[in-house]
């Protein structure tokens, strides 16, 4: 069937596209990427029996993982069943039969076997990786659960009580793993603190926290990356330019404003003398020039801010 061909190819080629650029990657990772795999997947169902067993895949899988196991063999261990048929899954692992009891062991043997010499089977798996595995026997015809574990998990289990001489060592062996910090909650306590410390900074300058702030933005979020650079932004060095810049918007507007005055004043003096009645330039600004009124206003500008004990005040 030549569908059979196209269908794979497609499948191909929205591997291809993940594997393009970052932005293809976030579109077909998304939940529209996740429906045209879907229905991709689906396609290839109707023109290929690789699919069967696919019902026994775990069920958080997403439909690229399907459709990825699809284009690849069937074992991901070995190379001797390169069909899907009959897939066994195991911690997320689709095996076939000889490497399921090659790597793992059921908690059935476990208990059939004697451990009491070196360890109990509740010392021998306490904290290890498990599977829990539910099927239909067709034989008792009825459901069963599995346990499986990594058969050299407990090898190195066992291997390790074996040389365990006081109760205190088997109990720090058989202890579960601790529990890893999560790196997500992490970084959003770091934003936290790093916004709480630019707010304190902040007030004790008498400014506040803006949104459109795009320097406050990336300090909260930990840019730059490099933390020789990072050490040079601090939230006081943050604080302090953010200052800065509320003061050069207030100044402009002042400038701007006192600027706007002197127009106005002189365009009133025009209209209500008319022209020879003296300079009035010279009568607002004190310069016949206005170019030079405003040189001389940004030159000789005293009217800095007292709030912000950080600026150098002028000598008077």
């Known amino acids: 069937d030549k569908r059979k061909v196209v269908y794979k190819r497609r499948l ?3 591997f291809a596209m993940r594997g393009t650029n970052k932005q293809l990657c976030r579109v077909m990772s998304s939940d529209f990427g996740e429906e045209i795999f879907q229905l991709a997947f689906e396609n290839f169902c109707e023109v290929s029996d690789a699919t069967h067993g696919i019902d026994d895949a775990p069920p958080t899988m997403l439909w690229r993982h399907k ?7 069937g074992c991901q261990t070995c190379d001797a069943h390169p069909t899907t048929r009959k897939p066994n899954w195991v911690f997320g692992v689709r095996m076939c039969k000889d490497c399921l009891q090659k790597h793992t062991v059921i908690h059935q043997e476990l208990q059939d076997e004697s451990w009491t010499k070196w360890a109990t089977y509740e010392e021998l798996t306490k904290g290890l990786p498990h599977d829990e595995v539910q099927g239909w026997s067709k034989f008792f015809k009825s459901a069963y659960t599995m346990i499986r574990y990594w058969r050299q998990s ?3 289990r066992k291997a390790l009580l074996r040389h365990a001489k006081t109760p205190s060592e088997r109990e720090r062996i058989c202890a579960p793993p601790a529990a890893k910090q999560d790196k997500q909650l992490l970084e959003k306590k770091a934003r936290e603190k790093r916004k709480e410390a630019l707010k304190a900074e902040l007030d004790l300058i008498g400014c506040e926290l803006r949104a459109d702030s795009k320097l406050s933005e990336l300090f909260i979020e930990g840019f730059p ?21 509320k003061y050069l918007h207030e100044y402009c507007r002042e400038f701007k404003a006192t600027v706007q005055g002197w127009r106005r004043e002189i365009n009133d003096m025009f209209d209500h003398y008319g022209h020879g009645y003296g300079n009035y330039t010279y009568e607002v600004t004190g310069f016949y020039s206005l170019g030079a009124a405003v040189r001389d206003l940004a030159d000789t500008w005293t009217r800095f801010p007292k709030q912000w004990p950080w600026l150098v005040q002028p000598a008077t």
């Open 12 to 14: 191909d080629t929205l």
């Open 67 to 73: 459709a990825f196991f699809l284009t690849g063999l």
């Open 154 to 156: 407990v090898k190195n």
């Open 225 to 245: 990356k490099s933390l020789r650079e990072r050490k040079k932004w601090t939230a006081k060095k943050v604080a302090e330019r953010m200052a800065q810049m």
